[in-house]
């Protein structure tokens, strides 16, 4: 075992870089995924450790009293028989040492009031700093998400919420810090909520880093079908408040306002939002519509469809699909049906807005609903899409760990996408139950097993995969046939 982790340790030492040429890849992974039906179902083995730069698990709670809530524990914890969905999430961190994994507190669900009364008390500030620092030394987290949606709105204080949220962050900065732990916030991307929510310098100067949400621009609610994340203005959008809602306007907000191009990630989603068309034959953007379009099989969310959804129905049925050349997004449609969503071609559009702005990188909402089966392309289509995009070719570099002695080069460490396959398609190796297994040829090659299906991963060249540990380890510390 010392031996085991002593060559964890020296992988972390070791030249590589999977920073993707220093741009961030933030994917947001939400965990209530695991109880979705048939291909829609996504666990953690779903997740390839080398896709995202940083795993944003969602979500946990912030009681009123400064505490953080665990929202599933059979799903979060292995006690009680528990899934200990956590612990797995982390240990991927053992295939991919440069993957920085956070733990997301709020969400829409959880609302603004309990942020606002912790937010209110500097006692419940630091009582809240100091659990949410123990908390990431407990499970295992490399930091914290802020997802307060939204201070000085919903059922928060609009007199001292602003304010107070960037005390709240001061003392989660100052704690975190302490113990190398990282915290970020998500926030509303709009001029019309963050002027009303943020103060954005001070906000800036007190987080690794921002993820700008900026998607859900239009919805059933506006009456008409509008793009869910234009990268522009579009040429019908003539008020003021209808010129703000787009990538490009909310961009320039922010920085004008003094957050720095270096700290901004891009949201993008994964997602479409629906429509149902008062009239089949009026369907371009701004048509009037009846109300929400119909749930997706997997995500049961009227108005809301999963990109994995979108494509599943691209397959099956008879769909239009039309590229808005202005605002730089796709929608599509099929009788009463229509959809804005983001596709390859949108994605690199804002690949390309990312690097021309010198934007920190991109931010996906939330990898389980990207095409992480390939049923339609390669796996997690968009997100490799944005990944190839910012540069992601793996080359020498340093992890930032320095020795007195030598320095060891390696090949770079590369873990390439996993493939799920049905385990008697390919390699021989054939899964009877749930867990981890070697393969019994290839030492270097390993599987996660879910019933009869089966997920495929290749450590860093060099290593062999070790079942017991859940890890890769050098040659001659594993016994291999």
Same mark, same amino acid.
């Given at each position: 075992?010392?031996?085991?982790?002593?060559?964890?340790?020296?992988?972390?030492?070791?030249?590589?870089?999977?920073?993707?040429?220093?741009?961030?890849?933030?994917?947001?992974?939400?965990?209530?995924?695991?109880?979705? !039906?048939?291909?829609?179902?996504?666990?953690?083995?779903?997740?390839?450790?080398?896709?995202?730069? &940083?795993?944003?698990?969602?979500?946990?709670?912030?009681?009123?009293?400064?505490?953080?809530?665990?929202?599933? *524990?059979?799903?979060?914890?292995?006690?009680?028989?528990?899934?200990?969905?956590?612990?797995?999430?982390?240990?991927?961190? +053992?295939?991919?040492?440069?993957?920085?994994?956070?733990?997301?507190?709020?969400?829409?669900?959880?609302?603004?009031?309990?942020?606002?009364?912790?937010?209110?008390?500097?006692?419940?500030?630091?009582?809240?700093?100091?659990?949410?620092?123990?908390?990431?030394?407990?499970?295992?987290?490399?930091?914290?998400?802020?997802?307060?949606?939204?201070?000085?709105?919903?059922?928060?204080?609009?007199?001292?919420?602003?304010?107070?949220?960037?005390?709240?962050?001061?003392?989660?900065?100052?704690?975190?810090?302490?113990?190398?732990?990282?915290?970020?916030?998500?926030?509303?991307?709009?001029?019309?909520? *963050?002027?009303?929510?943020?103060?954005?310098?001070?906000?800036?100067?007190?987080?690794?880093?921002?993820?700008?949400?900026?998607?859900?621009? &239009?919805?059933?609610?506006?009456?008409?079908?509008?793009?869910?994340?234009?990268?522009? *203005?579009?040429?019908?959008?003539?008020?003021?408040?209808?010129?703000?809602?787009?990538?490009?306007?909310?961009? @320039?907000?922010? %920085?004008?306002?003094?957050?720095?191009?270096?700290?901004?990630? %891009?949201?993008?989603?994964?997602?479409?939002?629906?429509?149902?068309?008062?009239?089949?034959?009026?369907?371009?953007?701004?048509?009037?519509? !009846?109300?929400?379009?119909?749930?997706?099989?997997?995500?049961?969310? =009227?108005?809301?469809?999963?990109?994995?959804?979108?494509?599943?129905?691209?397959?099956?049925? !008879?769909? +239009?699909?039309?590229?808005?050349?202005? @605002?730089?997004?796709?929608?599509?449609? $099929?009788?009463?049906?229509?959809?804005?969503?983001?596709?390859?071609?949108?994605?690199?559009?804002?690949?390309?807005?990312?690097?021309?702005?010198?934007? *920190?990188?991109?931010?996906?909402?939330?990898?389980?609903?990207?095409?992480?089966?390939?049923?339609?392309?390669?796996?997690?289509?968009?997100?490799?899409?944005?990944?190839?995009?910012?540069?992601?070719?793996?080359?020498?570099?340093?992890?930032?760990?320095?020795?007195?002695?030598?320095?060891?080069?390696?090949?770079?460490?590369?873990?390439? =996408?996993?493939? !799920?396959?049905?385990?008697? $398609? $390919?390699?021989?190796?054939?899964?009877?139950?749930?867990?981890?297994?070697?393969?019994?040829?290839?030492?270097?090659?390993?599987?996660?097993?879910?019933?009869?299906?089966?997920?495929?991963?290749?450590? =860093?060249?060099?290593?062999?995969?070790?079942?017991?540990?859940?890890?890769?380890?050098?040659?001659?510390?594993?016994?291999?046939?």
């Amino acid at each position: 075992m010392i031996k085991l982790l002593s060559a964890i340790v020296l992988l972390l030492v070791v030249e590589v870089n999977l920073s993707f040429a220093g741009k961030n890849v933030v994917c947001y992974y939400g965990t209530w995924a695991n109880y979705r !039906t048939g291909a829609g179902k996504f666990t953690v083995e779903n997740i390839d450790p080398a896709l995202c730069t &940083h795993l944003i698990y969602s979500f946990f709670g912030l009681n009123a009293d400064g505490t953080v809530a665990i929202l599933d *524990a059979w799903l979060d914890l292995p006690d009680n028989y528990g899934l200990n969905a956590i612990g797995r999430l982390n240990k991927l961190k +053992t295939l991919n040492p440069s993957l920085k994994t956070l733990a997301a507190i709020g969400g829409w669900n959880w609302g603004s009031a309990k942020f606002s009364t912790v937010a209110k008390s500097a006692t419940l500030r630091r009582k809240f700093a100091s659990e949410a620092r123990a908390f990431c030394q407990k499970y295992g987290f490399d930091g914290i998400d802020i997802d307060w949606e939204y201070p000085a709105q919903r059922d928060g204080d609009v007199s001292v919420d602003k304010a107070n949220f960037v005390l709240m962050l001061k003392d989660l900065n100052t704690e975190l810090k302490k113990y190398g732990l990282l915290l970020t916030v998500a926030v509303g991307a709009a001029e019309g909520s *963050a002027s009303i929510s943020y103060d954005i310098p001070q906000i800036s100067n007190n987080v690794d880093f921002i993820n700008l949400m900026e998607y859900d621009f &239009h919805m059933a609610s506006d009456e008409i079908t509008g793009n869910n994340a234009p990268l522009y *203005a579009g040429s019908a959008d003539v008020t003021t408040i209808q010129k703000q809602l787009n990538v490009l306007s909310s961009v @320039q907000y922010w %920085l004008s306002k003094g957050a720095p191009a270096s700290k901004l990630n %891009l949201g993008m989603p994964l997602y479409g939002r629906t429509f149902t068309l008062a009239s089949a034959s009026n369907n371009g953007v701004g048509a009037p519509v !009846t109300g929400a379009g119909v749930p997706g099989p997997y995500t049961q969310e =009227p108005g809301y469809v999963g990109y994995n959804e979108i494509c599943e129905r691209k397959l099956t049925g !008879t769909w +239009t699909e039309v590229f808005d050349n202005v @605002q730089m997004v796709p929608y599509t449609y $099929s009788g009463n049906q229509w959809v804005g969503f983001d596709n390859v071609k949108s994605i690199t559009e804002k690949c390309n807005f990312i690097k021309t702005n010198g934007l *920190a990188g991109g931010m996906f909402w939330s990898i389980e609903t990207d095409d992480f089966l390939g049923k339609c392309g390669p796996k997690f289509g968009l997100i490799s899409t944005l990944k190839s995009c910012l540069g992601t070719s793996t080359g020498s570099g340093s992890s930032g760990t320095t020795t007195t002695s030598t320095t060891t080069t390696t090949k770079p460490v590369t873990i390439p =996408p996993s493939t !799920t396959t049905k385990a008697t $398609s $390919s390699g021989g190796f054939t899964c009877t139950s749930t867990g981890y297994f070697r393969d019994p040829v290839d030492c270097s090659k390993f599987y996660y097993c879910q019933g009869t299906y089966r997920n495929d991963f290749v450590c =860093p060249a060099g290593l062999y995969f070790v079942p017991a540990a859940v890890a890769c380890d050098w040659p001659q510390n594993v016994k291999c046939p």
